[in-house]
């Protein structure tokens, strides 16, 4: 298959975790005989350095001219600390999604075997979990009407969602729910928000037409604490932009460390696909960051077009790496590795793969070249 593919690295730890995951596409096409095509343009703060502006047109054109877009990660400090800032490298990625009718957010949050002592949660209560949450993506109070009055004592943030918008990502979520377990939770806070109401109304309309899937329902609050008291309950959850924000960050703690979770943004025409983690300032150009975030998200970008077996042969390698304790510091607190070996180690599993048993448990670091 033939792919171009927009390479976006942005700000922080970005260009460093998506070098790993270039590196392993590419290591995917070589062994699958594709073609795919990586073009970069700046996003973020650094494009606000280059270009006064957080998404240049030329980025958005790359983006729109490409078959899927590759995100690092964006956010610095010298923004987060300033209120009085006019432009924010985040606006470059709101609009990215806004733009792009990424509506949809799918971020899948599993409990690996070999880490569920790493989660500062028993691991009895994690094992075994396994879910994903759809995270409404282009509107919500993200997007609505924003405002502070003349005399900079208040200030304004609107929330508004259309029937429609609601419906598009709840058919993506009860669609999920059908090849899973077939279980749907839509988290909201329809005891106090009107918008809550409307999201609860038009999904309990529309899971008339997918009666095998249970549909259940959550406020936010109750869902924040069960998302760490009994997080094996869940299997799809459906929620609004914020909240959705909130709820995947927490339940990063049940993987281990946010340095693992990738995530998905589709839309009618386009994808993207970035880690859920932040830009990660403090730890820029210190080779410690967590790619596998960035890789997994590669391999749900060749999920989406189909490529499953690709995408499976980038998961068994990242479980491999994780079995060998081939991880960054946030995993391997020890005898830790940088995210180059890192990513390394990864492209090296997947073309040898043929020749390696992955599923040998005695696989062994010395039968590995690279380490
Ligand atoms: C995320 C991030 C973004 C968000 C920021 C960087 C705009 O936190 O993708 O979860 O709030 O959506
Ligand atoms: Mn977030």
């Known amino acids: 298959m033939k792919l171009k593919i927009a390479v976006l690295p942005g700000d922080g730890i970005g260009p460093e975790i998506t070098r790993q995951s270039v590196k392993v596409l590419k290591a995917v096409a070589e062994r699958f005989k594709h073609e795919f095509i990586f073009e970069e343009a700046p996003v973020g703060a650094v494009a606000i350095d280059i270009d006064g502006n957080p998404l240049p047109e030329y980025t958005l054109d790359l983006c729109k001219s490409s078959d899927a877009v590759l995100f690092g990660a964006i956010g610095h400090p010298k923004f ?105 939770t839509l988290v ?16 309990t309309a529309l899971g008339k037409e997918y009666p095998d899937v249970a549909l259940d329902f959550l406020f936010i609050d109750n869902a924040a604490m ?69 890789v997994l998200s590669a391999a749900m970008l060749l999920e ?12 068994d390698a990242v479980e491999v790496s994780l079995h060998l304790e081939v991880c ?7 005898h830790n590795y940088n995210t180059e070996k890192v990513g390394d180690f990864l492209e090296e599993i997947i073309i040898e793969a043929e020749n390696i048993n992955l599923n040998n448990e005695n696989l062994s670091f010395g039968q590995m070249t690279i380490i």
């Open 226 to 294: 069960q998302m760490i008291q009994y997080p094996k309950q869940f299997d799809v959850i459906l929620t609004e932009n914020m909240f959705g924000d909130i709820l995947s960050d927490e339940a990063s703690v049940i993987g281990g460390s946010i340095g693992l979770l990738a995530s998905a943004s589709v839309g009618e025409k386009y994808a993207l696909f970035e880690p859920i983690h932040g830009s990660f300032p403090q730890a820029t150009g210190k080779g410690i960051a967590n790619p596998v975030a960035s």
């Open 304 to 315: 989406h077009f189909g490529l499953t077996e690709e995408a499976e042969v980038i998961k």
């Open 80 to 184: 987060d600390n300033d209120p009085e800032a006019k432009v924010r490298p985040e606006q470059g990625l709101l609009r990215l999604r806004k733009e792009l009718g990424l509506f949809a957010n799918i971020r899948p949050v599993k409990a690996y075997e070999k880490l569920k002592d790493l989660s500062p949660l028993r691991p009895e209560l994690i094992s075994g979990a396994d879910m994903v949450i759809y995270r409404e993506l282009t509107g919500g109070i993200y997007f609505g009407e924003k405002s502070t009055s003349e005399d900079g004592r208040s200030a304004t943030d609107v929330c508004t969602y259309h029937v429609e918008e609601i419906e598009r990502v709840a058919h993506l979520a009860f669609k999920a729910a059908q090849l899973r377990s077939k279980k749907l």
């Open 328 to 334: 960054t510091q946030d995993i391997n607190h020890v």
């Open 188 to 203: 909201d806070k329809a005891n106090i928000l009107e918008t809550s109401r409307l999201w609860r109304k038009t999904v």
